[in-house]
Structure formats: C-alpha cells, structure tokens
C-alpha cells in the first residue's frame, strides 16, 4: 500500500513529470537548479564532486549547464553512465574512496555537492540524524579538498542535529546559507 500510495504520488508530482519531459533522472536536479540560480555557484572550468550521486540528476545538470569542467560523480549504488563524468561505485565515507577522489583531481576542487541520504525508515529523527552523519562526513572532507573560494552543498533534513549541522558549516565556512527547497 505504501508503495502504490507513492507511486501515486510521485505519477502526480509536477518536478517529477517536468523531469522526465527534460530527460533528467530525478526531480532532485530543480533543488540544485534553484541553488544556482540563487547563488551561481556553477562556472565553465569547475570541478565538481557529486556524492551521493545516484540517479545522477545533478552531475547531468552540472554537465549540461558547463561546457568545459571536471565531474567525480560517487555514490553506493551503480548508475547509468553520464557522459564526459568520472564515476567511482563506493561508500564516500571509506578513507579508499575519498583517496581514489583526492586522486582524481590531484588538486583542490571548486564544488562539492552531496545529496547523499540514508534509505528513510520513516521514523523523521532517525533519518534526520543519520542523514546529518553524512553531511558532517562531506563537510569535513570538503575542509581538506575544498578551494577557498569553493561552494559545500548539501542537503540536510529539518530534526534534533540541524543546529548542530549549521554550527558546523558557520565554523568551516565564510557564509552559511539554508534554504527549504522544492
């Protein structure tokens, strides 16, 4: 019944429908397009790392918008190849990983998005919590690989370790921005 209610849901979602007309894998591209937008974050010569990449919505979006940019997209799951995109299948919290990422780029990078979220019991602070845990872990990587003029994206879920999340950010970075999304 869960599953036939969100497919419902999901066959009714305005994001989800416009997505498929413009080829994207997931509606998740527009929380990242309205980032941008917002703050234009993305310029022809970046380079980007994807984590928690799958479907891959946003590496395509950050292909299609840059002409001329590099693009480690990671994430647990195996996803369809996207074009001119380096991709690593692996858990970015295994030190081997982040090496193989460090490798890559040999380099300090422009962008860092994670869109990584645990699978949802359904049970908000329990997701919200261990969801949190991976921010953390992508903003303390993005410390060590991060330019410093770079841009940390991440989604984080409303619950008990937000504030502690945002803390984090204001004593990593220059500026803290939250914004609820589409």
Known sequence: KISKNWIIKQNRDIYVKRSRLEGYRSRAVYKLKEIDD??????????????????????????????????LSIDIN??????????????FTVVKYQDQIKEYFKDKVDIILSDMAVNTTGIKDIDSIQTGELSKEAMIFSKEVLSDKGFFVSKIFMGSTFNEIVALGKKFFKEVTIKGLT
């Open 38 to 71: 917002k703050f234009k974050i993305f310029k022809n010569g970046a380079s980007v790392i994807d984590l928690g990449a799958a479907p891959g919505s946003w590496s395509q979006f950050v292909r299609k918008k840059l002409k001329n940019c590099k693009i």
């Open 78 to 91: 195996e996803m369809e190849k996207i074009p001119y995109t380096f991709q690593i299948v692996g858990d």
